[in-house]
Every structure is written in structure tokens, then in C-alpha cells.
């Protein structure tokens, strides 16, 4: 390749963005190390720490955490202090690291992120086929990791603010309600509402068996499995009527026919009830979505969720950047005549659509 008219200034530029992100590669499993071992656990609260002083806190060994804690500190993570040779953890950055109920917590992710190395073959595959991979083919850490990651989130913001911004369910929910929540994984968010709700009976739908199972173990350690029934379905074909709230939860984009989906919920949703869709946050143009969230969540879309929706039927593959307004399409494709943005999260679109 010709040199001729290269801009040197761009091409230097690039170069330091390739190696931070480099950088952040390699640091990746040390960040599921930090967690694992508790070394960021072992820092919250503590002050300036020597490397001895973390090894002793956290049981790990002090030549490997010395260097750990070299890297952590080269990415900004933690501090250092030349003059004392110790180290520090902020208590901003403590909540994001070292605190897994936290609404700031990031590090449940890096399970999901480990695990595509491990479908690399099958990610390979799909790219060159065209055909899909489907949810339940993934290493099992994305499925600990997606729950993991979206959480804190939905511990911060379901009850507090996404739920009051419908039309008139919190009261409905607060009297007794009857919900399903469909593409429910683990569980993470039908126990949230089921907590808050105790007098709503909730159901949870996914067709991953070993997602339902886990959703059913979190439920008796929540207290709450006596007001959620959790079932093996799809979004097609799970069963009852007359529910007051359906809710989605990050999952509408993964669906290989989601106007099917948006018009089963249509029948079994009662004639005033309400369908609460969460999906990424994404903008309507891809320029509107160039920035460091849009990266990651299409990242994912490439290789999680894309593929699951064409190894389904139909296979629409919307993509988890499709935006509102070609989500509000597909709802309204299933019988509903009214879809509008009722919150937002710099992570989140929530959407409410009425019959």
C-alpha cells in the first residue's frame, strides 16, 4: 500500500486510539480476576494500599497483584501514589467495581464478554454462512453475564421510574395486578416488580430451560416464588390472557419474528392493559449512533443478537441499535395502535404500546 498522501497526523491519531483499545483488551480478564479474587472489593473503603496490603486483604498472591495493580493503574482505574508506592481505589469508581448492588455496576458484563471468545468457531461460522447461532448454542457465562450486566440497571430504574411513567399501571400493580413477563432469562426483572408488588401475580416466560431453572432458584432465595410462576415459552406461543402489564425486557431485537410476538402479546393482553417494551438505546439514523454506547451495543448485535433472531423463524434480525421508530413499526405490525417513548436511560429506550 502507497504512502503517497497519507496524512501522518491521522494516521498517529488512530494509532494511539488501536492501542488503548488494545489496552482495554488485555484488561479485560483482569478485570474478571479483580472481581473473582475480590481485589477491587478489597480496596473500597481502605485508603492508599501497598501491593502486600491488597494481597493480604484479598488472599492472592503479592507478585501477581503488584502487577495487577501496575495495569489497573495505567488504565486510570485506580490511583497511584509514586512517593508512598501505594495504591487507591475512589470511591466513584468503588461503586462501579467493588459494590455488585450498585446501580453503576459494569463488572457482570465481562462474563458475557469472556464467553464470546469461547463460541469463537461458531461466531465464525455464522459470519460466513449467513445462518444464525442461537442463544441457547452460547457458553453458559453469557447468559450469568447478560443477567449480570442489565440488573443493576433494573434494580435502579424499573420501580422508580420506568413503571411510574406508564399510564396508570403502578396503580393497577399496587391494587393487584396479573403480569408476564416475556424473554424474562434469570429472572432479574420479574423478581424486581414482583418485590415491589406484592399483591400482582407475575409470570415469567422464556424458551431457555436452563434460563427458567435459574430463574426459578433466584426466585425462592428472593422470597418471592410464591407470587411467580416461571414456564418454559416462546414469545409466540406462552400461555394465558387477560394481563394487565406485559413487560419485554432487552429482548424484542433478539426475536426472529417479533411482530408475531407483538401480536400474540396483542390477544393475551387484556382490553386496557399495557405492553412495556425495554430496548437498547439507540437513535433512528446509524450517525446517530457512533458513540461509545452505540459501539458497545452494536458489538453485541453482532455477534449475540443478530444471530439469534435469523436462527429463528422469519428472522428479522432488527438489531439491538434499531430505534424507536422502526421498533414502534414492528409493534405496531401486531394489532396495537399506539406506541410512545415514555422514559429514557443513556442505556435505555423504554417504550409503552396500547391496544
Not at 9 to 29: N, R, Y
Not at 180 to 202: Q, V, Y
Not at 290 to 308: D, E, H, K, M, Q
Request: glycine share 10%.
Amino acid at each position: 500500500m502507497s504512502t503517497t498522501g497519507i496524512d501522518e497526523a491521522k494516521l498517529e491519531a488512530f494509532m494511539g486510539q488501536a492501542v488503548t483499545d488494545m489496552g482495554a483488551i488485555i484488561s479485560a480478564p483482569l478485570m474478571v480476576i479483580g472481581e473473582k479474587l475480590g481485589l477491587y472489593r478489597a480496596m473500597a473503603g481502605a485508603g492508599p494500599l501497598t501491593a502486600q496490603e491488597v494481597a493480604e486483604r484479598s488472599g492472592a498472591a503479592e507478585r501477581y497483584v503488584r502487577e495487577w495493580l501496575g495495569n489497573q493503574a495505567a488504565g486510570g482505574y485506580v490511583e497511584y501514589d509514586p512517593a508512598s508506592d501505594r495504591y487507591t481505589l475512589p470511591d466513584e469508581h468503588a461503586l462501579a467495581l467493588a459494590d455488585e448492588d450498585s446501580p453503576f455496576y459494569i463488572l457482570g458484563v465481562y462474563d458475557s464478554i469472556a464467553s464470546l471468545y469461547a463460541d469463537e468457531d461458531q461466531i465464525l461460522e455464522a459470519f460466513r454462512s449467513g445462518e444464525g447461532m442461537g442463544w441457547h448454542e452460547h457458553d453458559a457465562r453469557l447468559f450469568r453475564g447478560t443477567e449480570r450486566f442489565f440488573r443493576p440497571g433494573y434494580k435502579a430504574h424499573l420501580v422508580a421510574e420506568w413503571i411510574p411513567a406508564l399510564d396508570g399501571v403502578q396503580e393497577k400493580l399496587e391494587r393487584g395486578a396479573k403480569v408476564a413477563d416475556i424473554g424474562c432469562g434469570h429472572g432479574a426483572s420479574t423478581i424486581i416488580m414482583a418485590e415491589a408488588f406484592p399483591n400482582s401475580e407475575f409470570f415469567g416466560f422464556d424458551y431457555h430451560d436452563a434460563s427458567i431453572k435459574r430463574a426459578r432458584e433466584a426466585a425462592e432465595a428472593a422470597g418471592v416464588a410464591d407470587r411467580i410462576t416461571f414456564a418454559v415459552a416462546s414469545a409466540k406461543d406462552y400461555p394465558g390472557e387477560g394481563y394487565d402489564l406485559v413487560t419485554v425486557f432487552d429482548c424484542l431485537h433478539d426475536m426472529g419474528d417479533p411482530a408475531g410476538a407483538s401480536a400474540h402479546i396483542r390477544d393475551t393482553l387484556a382490553d386496557d392493559g399495557t405492553w412495556m417494551i425495554v430496548e437498547p438505546f439507540a437513535g433512528d439514523a446509524v450517525q446517530e449512533n457512533l458513540n461509545p454506547i452505540g459501539r458497545v451495543f452494536y458489538g453485541a448485535s453482532t455477534v449475540i443478537c443478530t444471530p439469534a433472531s435469523l436462527d429463528q423463524e422469519v428472522g428479522l434480525a432488527l438489531g439491538a441499535q434499531a430505534g424507536e421508530a422502526r421498533l414502534s413499526e414492528v409493534i405496531k405490525e401486531g394489532g396495537f395502535s399506539t406506541v410512545r417513548r415514555a422514559t429514557e436511560t443513556p442505556f435505555n429506550l423504554i417504550l409503552e404500546a396500547k391496544p
